[in-house]
T-cell receptor, first 116, second 111 residues
């Protein structure tokens, strides 16, 4: 079946502009995650959605970042008033609970954001 | 602050050798552990998951977990040049479904 998809694959924007990044999870997966990966750095957790529960926003670095998930499926990550330090690859992952009660996360191809 | 530590490398091994990748974590009550492989410019892909102490084998890959020592490792037998990538250790945070990732170890397998 289809994997996690993300769009756009690349986004170049000017400092101060708003951007929207989209994630379409694997069909049937109830959990959706956003991470970002800066050059030479590990993955930094941003936000987590599970079903209809309130999202875990504990990883969002500032109030310029927000995300929503409509209908329990597609998610949009919005970055307002972008700054150069926001330049990174933004990765989305989805999961469903396995038999052992753990959540194996499958990643999309990412969106490379460059803020000029 | 939950932490996952990995040597950044690069770890260089000749083709056919065993590559050993190590990871330590700070959250003593973590129960689920994952190894992801990430090729340059690509997204992470899951290689192994391990939940119980001991070894878990899948083809050329063996994951080892020692919860008492808070240590996870990945062994790659008969290393191939195509194994050259960055290997990310990830630990599921206790009580949550989110993962904390290490910064990864770069593996270089020379022909």
């Amino acid at each position: 079946g289809a994997g996690v998809s993300q769009s756009p694959s690349n986004k170049v924007t000017e400092k101060g502009k708003d951007v929207e990044l989209r994630c379409d999870p694997i069909s049937g997966h109830t959990a959706l995650y956003w991470y970002r990966q800066s050059l030479g750095q590990g993955l930094e957790f941003l936000i987590y959605f599970q079903g209809n529960s309130a999202p875990d926003k504990s990883g969002l670095p500032s109030d310029r970042f927000s995300a929503e998930r409509t209908g329990g499926s597609v998610s949009t990550l919005t970055i307002q008033r972008t700054q150069q330090e926001d330049s990174a690859v933004y990765l989305c992952a989805s999961s469903s609970t396995s038999v052992q009660g753990t959540d194996t996360q499958y990643f999309g191809p990412g969106t490379r954001l460059t803020v000029l | 602050q939950k932490e996952v530590e990995q040597n950044s490398g690069p770890l260089s091994v000749p083709e056919g050798a065993i590559a050993s990748l190590n990871c330590t974590y700070s959250d003593r009550v973590s129960q689920s552990f994952f190894w992801y492989r990430q090729y340059s410019g690509k997204s992470p892909e899951l290689i192994m998951s391990i939940y119980s102490n001991g070894d878990k084998e899948d083809g050329r890959f063996t994951a080892q977990l020692n919860k008492a020592s808070q240590y996870v490792s990945l062994l790659i037998r008969d290393s191939q040049p195509s194994d050259s990538a960055t290997y990310l250790c990830a630990v599921m945070n206790s009580g949550y479904s989110t993962l904390t990732f290490g910064k990864g170890t770069m593996l270089l397998v020379s022909p």
